[in-house]
């Protein structure tokens, strides 16, 4: 009895420790990943048009292979339909050396649906503990959290949608 408890107790210690490490490691990127501006734009080509959701980021961080981005966007069609757009990705590695900067643009085509409008917005930098992803930083348009968006609106949009990041290199 005397032992178990010792082991319980060593266990109890190395499991909070372990909390400690990663909740240092989610402050760190917190401070070193920064969410810089947030636009949205319809670009209309000659048989189409798309609502583009651009993310501006900054970074300190030169690998930022353990980093997710997760998206949710809510869009209201002309007859007041709200539908939602739901995209996860890690941001992987890159080429050449990172000056730091970039962009992440969330690409929702009109279709057959008219007059689109973007009406709601949940973004959020974050990593992975397992099968849960933890986020660290976010940013958010008419909702207080992503559960919040993902809650409140759940038809799923029908067309295929695109995210993307872009990322400015040094080539030397």
């Known amino acids: 009895m005397k032992y178990t408890m010792i082991w319980i107790m060593l266990f109890v210690s190395c499991v909070m420790a372990m909390g400690e490490v990663s909740k240092n490691r989610l402050k760190d990127l917190r401070r070193l990943v920064k969410i810089d501006s947030v636009r949205t734009s319809t670009d209309k080509h000659k048989n189409s048009k798309t609502e583009v959701l651009e993310f501006e980021f900054s970074s ?36 050449g050396t990172y000056i730091g900067e970039g962009s992440w643009d969330l690409t929702i085509p009109q279709g057959n649906l008219e007059r689109l409008k973007i009406t709601g917005y949940a973004f959020e930098y974050g990593v992975m503990d397992g099968n849960k992803f933890v986020p660290f930083r976010g940013e958010y348009d ?26 400015w290199v040094d080539p030397r």
């Open 142 to 167: 008419d909702v207080k959290t992503y559960q919040e968006l993902t809650s409140r609106t759940t038809t799923p949009f029908p067309a295929e949608t695109q995210l993307s990041r872009t990322i």
């Open 60 to 95: 300190e961080v030169e690998g930022l292979d353990e980093v997710v981005v997760r998206v949710a966007v809510e869009v209201t069609d002309k007859t007041k339909k709200t539908y939602l757009v739901e995209k996860t990705r890690s941001s992987g590695n890159f080429p």
